[in-house]
């Protein structure tokens, strides 16, 4: 009943059918990532990047803003949306603000629209900066990451200096339910063996806070294997040997919480952002690539912003 409910199954020639529309929207959608930043303020115990203390220069940034200026005056395009990435965004702040400006500038002189999302660890989330990215930069859509109750996100994601930093991230998100500001945010749960049970628990007591807000959504996601980053004191986790996943969103759903991981996973099962030819990716270095996941990858690489270079056979592919 569950599957049914929320989609999982689908009628004949329903699948041709939303391909079809989602393929014909992406062609019209100009799609930046963007790592403002090199370093990050967390070392998570699962996380797979490698990190270093360098902000984005003014040149790359001025670049970027070029590259967008170009592709906007094709013509091509109706839509242009940013994903501020890290590293931690946050710690790239000014870079969102700049860009951002100059982006809804853009998009205003060509009648084009433009949305702004970030993926942020919410430790530097405050109100006034809250306020900031919705208002002045069009961020509309927040993915913040709690593991579960104090006890496992405070085991899982802890700061660079290992102090917790669960309190503080929960005190900025009851500060975002008490504005009546026009966003959304997906709360994101890594779930592994230690913090199964944690993620449950979470759901009745400080994810009570969230069940009457439309605009907080959960999306729970099992650990993998994704590779090792630079973890403090060799920290290890220990995974799940399956998709934990559903049954955590199903759960949530009948305890009246809202639940965005079908329609996430039906999206990017399709359009993962890493196949659209539309979409590119910038490191804080102007390095242009693909995948997120895949930061270290050099197949992942095909282009270079600040000297004007793309594979465009390799973005093709």
């Given at each position: 009943?569950?599957?049914l409910?929320?989609?999982?199954?689908?009628?004949?020639?329903e699948?041709?059918?939303?391909l079809?529309?989602?393929?014909?929207?992406d062609?019209?959608?100009?799609?930046?990532?963007?790592?403002?930043?090199?370093?990050?303020?967390?070392?998570c115990k699962?996380?797979?990047?490698?990190?270093?203390?360098i902000?984005?220069s003014k040149?790359?940034?001025d670049?970027?803003?070029?590259?967008?200026?170009?592709?906007l005056?094709?013509?091509?395009?109706?839509?242009f949306?940013?994903?501020w990435?890290?590293g931690?965004?946050?710690?790239?702040y000014?870079?969102?603000?700049?860009l951002?400006?100059?982006?809804?500038?853009?998009c205003?002189q060509r009648?084009i629209?433009?949305?702004a999302?970030?993926?942020?660890?919410?430790?530097?989330?405050?109100?006034k900066v809250f306020?900031?990215?919705?208002?002045?930069?069009?961020?509309?859509?927040f993915?913040?990451t709690?593991?579960?109750d104090e006890?496992?996100?405070?085991?899982?994601?802890?700061?660079?200096?290992e102090?917790?930093?669960?309190?503080?991230?929960?005190d900025?998100?009851?500060?975002?339910l008490?504005?009546?500001?026009?966003f959304e945010?997906?709360?994101?749960?890594?779930?592994?063996?230690e913090?199964y049970?944690?993620?449950i628990?979470?759901?009745?007591?400080?994810?009570?806070l969230?069940?009457?807000?439309?605009?907080?959504s959960?999306?729970?996601?099992?650990?993998?294997?994704?590779?090792?980053?630079?973890?403090?004191?060799?920290?290890?986790?220990?995974?799940?040997d399956?998709?934990a996943?559903f049954e955590?969103?199903?759960?949530?759903?009948?305890?009246?919480?809202?639940v965005?991981?079908?329609e996430w996973?039906?999206?990017?099962?399709?359009t993962?952002?890493a196949?659209?030819?539309?979409?590119?990716?910038?490191?804080?270095?102007?390095?242009?690539?693909?995948?997120?996941?895949?930061?270290?990858?050099?197949?992942?690489?095909?282009?270079?912003?600040?000297i004007?270079?793309?594979?465009d056979t390799?973005?093709?592919?």
């Open positions: 009943m569950y599957l409910e929320n989609h999982y199954f689908v009628e004949e020639k699948f041709e059918k939303t079809k529309t989602i393929q014909d929207n062609d019209k959608l100009l799609q930046f990532t963007i790592l403002t930043h090199g370093d990050c303020n967390f070392r699962y996380c797979y990047e490698k990190f270093e203390n902000t984005m040149e790359t940034e670049t970027i803003i070029d590259f967008a200026r170009k592709q005056d094709s013509g091509k395009f109706d839509n949306s940013v994903n990435f890290g931690e965004p946050l710690l790239g000014k870079t969102i603000q700049r951002s400006a100059a982006f809804r500038d853009l205003q009648g629209v433009y949305g999302s970030i993926t942020t660890n919410g430790y530097l989330l405050n109100l306020h900031s990215l919705v208002v002045d930069n069009q961020v509309k859509s993915q913040i709690i593991d579960g006890e496992s996100h405070d085991s899982q994601r802890i700061l660079k200096n102090n917790q930093t669960y309190k503080r991230i929960i900025y998100l009851k500060k975002m008490e504005t009546d500001l026009d945010c997906r709360v994101r749960f890594n779930i592994s063996k913090n049970q944690n993620v628990n979470f759901l009745y007591k400080d994810g009570q969230f069940r009457p807000d439309s605009r907080f959960f999306a729970y996601h099992t650990v993998g294997d994704w590779r090792k980053g630079d973890r403090t004191n060799n920290y290890c986790i220990k995974l799940l399956y998709d996943g955590l969103a199903e759960r949530a759903i009948n305890e009246g919480f809202t965005r991981s079908h996973r039906l999206n990017n099962a399709f993962c952002y196949n659209r030819v539309n979409h590119y990716m910038f490191n804080v270095r102007g390095i242009i690539q693909s995948c997120t996941v895949a930061l270290y990858n050099k197949e992942n690489i095909f282009g270079n912003i600040n004007g270079f793309i594979d390799k973005l093709k592919k």
